[in-house]
């Protein structure tokens, strides 16, 4: 797969297979975020792996799904995410301001996902006070966004966008994501 394939193929997934993704595999992931660009080469980020079965089903209430598709478009028993990698930044390291090189990290990330075959779904409206309680971070770190992981249980389509950009599900349960087309952006 080429980068630009895995640019084009890549959606947000939020229907997981229930395969669990081996450590190393998980390391790799995290290993790509870390190479992405950093301001000033700070490198505040730091990054919790969630693959313990206990803490994933303890995780799952505390992420918030698909506003346009929820509740049907939320992961059902069976579809949930095996794993999360949980994006933080280390404030003695930088207070704030790491929001472009957290969209960067997070974007390496999925990019060497999506040739794995692993979804991923980012997710920001999430219950940050819980994770960081229920992980047990140390009040430095700041929990930027968390991802969702596994294995592909489905294949959304990507489609010209028309007269909304609200992703939808058609009767057969596939998800549509319409994207502005590219005349429509250039200014």
């Given at each position: 797969m080429t980068v630009e394939?895995?640019?084009?193929?890549?959606?947000?997934?939020?229907?997981?297979?229930?395969?669990?993704?081996?450590?190393?595999?998980?390391l790799r992931l995290v290993d790509a975020a870390r190479l992405a660009p950093s301001a000033a080469n700070l490198q505040p980020l730091r990054y919790r792996i969630v693959n313990d079965p206990k803490e994933v089903g303890a995780m799952f209430p505390l992420v918030h799904w698909a506003a346009y598709i929820a509740p049907n478009g939320n992961p059902k028993e069976g579809e949930r995410p095996v794993a999360y990698i949980v994006l933080c930044a280390d404030t003695t390291v930088k207070k704030e301001g790491y929001d472009t090189d957290a969209g960067?990290?997070?974007?390496?990330?999925?990019?060497?996902?999506?040739?794995?075959?692993?979804?991923?779904?980012?997710?920001?409206?999430i219950d940050r006070k819980a994770i960081h309680a229920l992980l047990h971070l140390d009040?430095?770190?700041?929990?930027?966004?968390?991802?969702?992981?596994?294995?592909?249980?489905?294949?959304?389509?990507?489609?010209?966008?028309?007269?909304?950009?609200?992703?939808?599900?058609?009767?057969?349960?596939?998800?549509?994501?319409?994207?502005?087309?590219?005349?429509?952006?250039?200014?």
């Open positions: 394939e895995a640019i084009h193929g890549r959606r947000m997934i939020r229907k997981f297979l229930q395969e669990p993704i081996p450590k190393e595999t998980l960067m990290a997070a974007e390496n990330l999925i990019l060497l996902a999506e040739s794995m075959g692993i979804g991923v779904c980012v997710m920001g409206a009040e430095h770190i700041v929990i930027h966004t968390v991802l969702a992981l596994g294995k592909k249980g489905e294949h959304p389509v990507l489609e010209e966008m028309t007269d909304s950009v609200k992703y939808y599900k058609d009767a057969q349960g596939t998800l549509h994501v319409p994207k502005r087309k590219l005349t429509d952006i250039l200014l």
